[in-house]
């Protein structure tokens, strides 16, 4: 199975007084296992509510999703929660760091209540904080952090339960241009190693990391490049 993604005349309408507002309309999309994909758009292009919908954190109106050939349209809340938590790991422009626990417990929120906790508790969150250069961050609470040092904590997080998918929302948005570069050279090297993502940016320097780019607009995709 190399489909990680896959929609179908995805549509998402949102009703503002007395006008809908067609937020994502028949979005056409496929993600293949290992890709880097980025979605580009100006405000309001659809891009956060396409991100929204294919993270199960938001359901469409019309269309089929199949996340690694389930069809997450017609699942109840609870099979969705449990296919989220299980399947995609999430990376955002405000870190979502509990400010109370220390890094390593914020990476290991995902896998604290799952069957394989002791095991990876003890394994896979110490071994992530390594990869990604801050061992020695892990008793710290988050602000006793940098913003890059928080943003890895956020992507080990992410990686902790070992997903397919990767979704990274404005990943470098609260960044500096150096750590943000660093951000996303850290991002490119874990697709190198297989993993996929599918991340949503404004900054075209930032899409410039992805192998793939598509451009939203009006709910719809304007444009679908490939880069390398």
């Not at 394989?116 to 801050?134: D, M």
């Not at 040092?149 to 070992?162: E, G, H, K, M, T």
Request: with cysteine.
């Amino acid at each position: 199975m190399n489909h990680v993604i896959v929609t179908s005349g995805l549509c998402r309408t949102f009703h503002v007084g007395e006008s809908d507002v067609h937020a994502i309309d028949h979005i056409d999309l496929t993600v293949e296992r290992g890709e880097f994909v980025a979605v580009m758009g100006p405000s309001g292009s659809g891009k956060t509510t396409l991100m929204n919908i294919l993270g199960c954190l938001d359901r469409a109106d019309a269309g089929e999703y199949r996340l690694l050939d389930q069809i997450v349209s017609d699942m109840d809340d609870d099979r969705l929660s449990a296919l989220r938590n299980r399947y995609i790991g999430f990376v955002f422009q405000s870190f979502h760091l509990l400010p109370r626990m220390s890094a390593l417990d914020n990476v290991l929120v995902p896998i604290r209540y799952a069957d394989s906790w002791a095991a990876e508790g003890r394994n896979r969150g110490p071994e992530l904080l390594e990869r990604l250069g801050i061992a020695d961050r892990a008793h710290h609470r988050p602000n006793q952090l940098s913003g890059g040092q928080r943003q890895r904590v956020a992507i080990a997080r992410a990686l902790v339960s070992n997903p397919p998918l990767l979704l990274a929302d404005e990943p470098t948005g609260n960044l500096d241009s150096a750590t943000g570069g660093t951000i996303m050279q850290l991002i490119s090297e874990l697709n190198r190693e297989g993993q996929t993502i599918l991340m949503v940016t404004h900054d075209e320097d930032v899409a410039s990391h992805a192998r793939r780019v598509i451009h939203m607009r009006d709910g719809k995709v304007d444009r679908d490049a490939r880069r390398h």
